[in-house]
């Protein structure tokens, strides 16, 4: 067994289901891995028991580059699993368990190659960050946010940083896809309130503020959001077109996406509008009584630079007599596509000659939103090498979340080409 499959394994088994107490275990056994190394952690406790770790290993440059990643997972229902899903059993060549693939996979991959780094000496050609964070799937308050507000003097002298959800395969018409991303959409997490007179259920109502946010809801969720092509999402239909040997007309998208193989169209059709979804209802609680109040949550997200138009088209949806509050607002950040960009696809291409790499914008979100509010741009960049039958996408939250074992080692000598001061110090050993 590799060390990044058995780290993998070990992290998996730590139920970090947020909200929890795992963090802390997670936290804790991160920091001793680390130690081990001759690594110094720091780790930061927000609140009780919800803790991240930072640690940086110097290189041969104070140019410091970010690697950060979550210890905290969402739900798991045992029964709806083939095997239990904090098992972290190793079989079939795949590390199984809620948190394989987003991310502790991922983790294990930094971590096993740091670890394998100190027992041979190897120093990375700049210094990096590491972090392992809470909370990020919520939204980085007890995580991220907390240690960019309180620490930031832990991120001296870094302006980029490596995170999740890029740099895995994409297998499409033979073609070896590894799309990189360089942004992604803001997230616009809003309540809605529809007020009104309460009354008895049985009388003509005067103001039903249930109907009212009926209406609302069913005309945000009728609405057809138009296409918004930023320029980073262009790059990446370019860049599929050349991997496919196709052209692909930017002005008839929907039909595009109906031709193209799933795989390539799955990349880039969810960001090529605003969503705005809505997701809970609250409202009375007597089926004969008219409530005085009536509440909605809507899971919003905006491309980057539409904030101001995306908020005004909801408002104007959503009509005059509703209010709306933000439960969370994010801008939607992006990075170059150059720069670090080339430096990660060079990383890829040295150990797979086939790959094709290309930019790519994330639907959802990440703590790289938290941060670009200091200046780090952030590149979603966790490198995996995947056989075409796994539903990697399906994986994010989904039942039977599963890693390769395979495609761990394969991070691991990506990261190393990228990291190293030399493309011969790369690969792990022992």
């Given amino acids: 067994m590799t060390e990044v499959a058995e780290i993998c394994s070990q992290l998996i088994?730590?139920?970090?289901?947020?909200?929890?107490?795992?963090?802390?275990?997670?936290?804790?056994?991160?920091?001793?891995?680390?130690?081990?190394?001759?690594?110094?952690?720091?780790?930061?406790?927000?609140?009780?028991?919800?803790?991240?770790?930072?640690?940086?290993?110097?290189?041969?440059?104070?140019?410091?580059?970010?690697?950060?990643?979550?210890?905290?997972?969402?739900?798991?229902?045992?029964?709806?699993?083939?095997?239990?899903?904090?098992?972290?059993?190793?079989?079939?060549?795949?590390?199984?368990?809620?948190?394989?693939?987003?991310?502790?996979?991922?983790?294990?991959?930094?971590?096993?190659?740091?670890?394998?780094?100190?027992?041979?000496?190897?120093?990375?050609?700049?210094?990096?960050?590491?972090?392992?964070?809470?909370?990020?799937?919520?939204?980085?308050?007890?995580?991220?946010?907390?240690?960019?507000?309180n620490h930031r003097e832990l991120f001296d002298g870094c302006t980029e940083a490596i995170s999740e959800s890029g740099g895995f395969t994409v297998t499409a018409e033979g073609a070896r896809i590894y799309p990189v991303a360089v942004a992604e959409r803001g997230t616009a997490w809003m309540k809605f309130t529809a007020r009104g007179v309460p009354g008895h259920g049985s009388k003509p109502p005067v103001d039903n503020p249930v109907a009212e946010l009926a209406r609302a809801l069913t005309r945000l969720a009728d609405y057809t959001w138009p296409i918004h092509l930023t320029p980073e999402v262009a790059a990446l239909i370019e860049g599929l077109a050349e991997a496919l040997g196709t052209r692909i007309d930017l002005n008839a998208l929907d039909g595009e996406i109906r031709r193209l193989p799933p795989a390539a169209s799955a990349l880039f059709k969810g960001v090529i509008r605003n969503s705005a979804n809505p997701t809970m209802l609250r409202a009375g609680d007597k089926v004969n009584s008219i409530p005085g109040k009536a509440e909605a949550h809507v899971d919003g997200r905006f491309l980057p630079g539409s904030q101001q138009e995306y908020l005004d088209t909801i408002d104007r949806l959503m009509g005059p007599k509703i209010t709306r509050e933000f439960l969370n607002l994010e801008e939607a950040p992006s990075a170059p596509v150059h720069g670090l960009f080339d430096e990660l696809c060079a990383a890829l291409r040295r150990e797979d000659p086939l790959a094709r790499p290309v930019p790519y914008v994330m639907s959802g979100g990440t703590d790289a939103k938290s941060f670009a509010r200091i200046g780090i741009r952030g590149y979603g960049f966790t490198p995996l090498l995947l056989p075409p039958e796994l539903d990697y996408f399906g994986m994010f939250h989904g039942v039977d979340e599963r890693v390769p074992v395979a495609g761990l080692e394969f991070g691991v000598r990506v990261l190393g080409n990228l990291l190293s001061p030399e493309p011969g110090d790369s690969t792990p050993r022992g």
């Avoid at 909200?19 to 081990?36: I, N």
């Avoid at 095997?83 to 991310?103: K, L, N, Q, T, Y």
């Fill in 13 to 149: 088994r730590i139920d970090t289901t947020n909200p929890g107490p795992g963090e802390r275990l997670a936290a804790e056994h991160v920091a001793d891995l680390l130690a081990e190394a001759g690594i110094e952690p720091v780790l930061i406790e927000s609140a009780p028991r919800r803790t991240s770790v930072v640690a940086r290993v110097t290189g041969d440059s104070p140019d410091a580059l970010l690697v950060h990643g979550h210890l905290d997972v969402v739900p798991a229902d045992a029964a709806e699993w083939k095997r239990h899903p904090f098992s972290g059993e190793i079989d079939g060549g795949c590390v199984h368990g809620r948190g394989a693939v987003d991310m502790k996979g991922s983790l294990a991959m930094t971590l096993a190659l740091v670890r394998d780094w100190a027992r041979r000496g190897v120093r990375p050609r700049r210094d990096l960050i590491l972090a392992f964070l809470a909370d990020e799937e919520s939204t980085g308050a007890y995580g991220s946010r907390y240690v960019v507000e």
